[in-house]
């Protein structure tokens, strides 16, 4: 089974990963856990390349295809190989983040992007793909502690150095990206404590897990 999991900064993904993957673990099932961008060894270039604040000056084209080549990359190189193995695996972003950055944050034609994730990502698309949804203002205050607590400038980073209205964008255009793809799509309140959350996220995760089994 293949799960991604979606959201903006800050909006507490990487601690329901953790959860999830200790679950699925303690269940015991094979886990893998990997994220875009900078899921493959080549990804790992692709990923300082995108995210360095030395690269402002990136067109949104040129953004656009280095995630997808990361993409591309992770996909054949370490996703897919992984759910051959009989392996679980549970991906900190996917193509949805395409999707929403690139076109409902950069202004390009998500349907396009659409058609370009099919091809980067070759036929491999999650079960669930869950999103973690909080207003932008929470979530960017969160990155901020975290980049303070972890002693990273908090304009070092591409992303958290875009302004509100950028975050806005992102934030409502996956609601929208999510209701658009609800076969697969769960969208949860990420503004409570994170032990509710995953209460919810582990009910829909053992659904997927029983329909499975048939
Ligand atoms: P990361 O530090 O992994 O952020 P987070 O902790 O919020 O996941 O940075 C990934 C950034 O890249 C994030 O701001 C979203 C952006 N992104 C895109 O714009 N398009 C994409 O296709 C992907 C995978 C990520």
Redesign the pocket.
């Known amino acids: 089974m293949f799960i991604t999991f979606e959201g903006?900064?800050?909006c507490g993904?990487?601690t329901q990963v953790r959860l999830l993957r200790d679950y699925l673990g303690s269940l015991g099932l094979e886990v893998l856990v990997t994220?875009?961008?900078g899921g493959s060894r080549l990804g790992k270039k692709l990923r300082s390349m995108?995210?360095s604040m030395e690269n402002k000056d990136i067109t949104r084209e040129a953004?656009l295809f280095l995630?997808l080549a990361?993409?591309a990359q992770h996909v054949q190189q370490v996703i897919r190989p992984a759910l051959k193995d009989g392996r679980t695996v549970i991906s900190?972003?996917?193509a949805d983040?395409?999707v929403v950055?690139?076109g409902y944050?950069r202004g390009m034609d998500p349907d396009i992007l659409n058609r370009m994730n099919l091809l980067a990502a070759a036929g491999v698309w999650p079960e669930i793909t869950f999103l973690l949804d909080l207003p932008p203002e929470a979530g960017l205050e969160r990155?901020m502690k975290r980049n303070k607590e972890k002693n990273i400038a908090a304009s070092e980073?591409r992303?958290e150095a875009e302004g509100l209205d950028f975050h806005r964008r992102v934030r409502q255009g996956y609601l929208e990206w999510a209701a658009r793809n609800r076969n697969r799509f769960v969208v949860l309140d990420a503004s409570g404590d994170e032990l509710s959350i995953f209460e919810a996220l582990r009910e829909k995760v053992n659904q997927a897990l029983r329909l499975e089994q048939f």
């Open positions: 903006i900064e800050g993904k990487s994220k875009e961008p995108l995210l953004e995630y990361d993409r900190d972003r996917y983040s395409t950055y690139q944050g990155a980073g992303f």
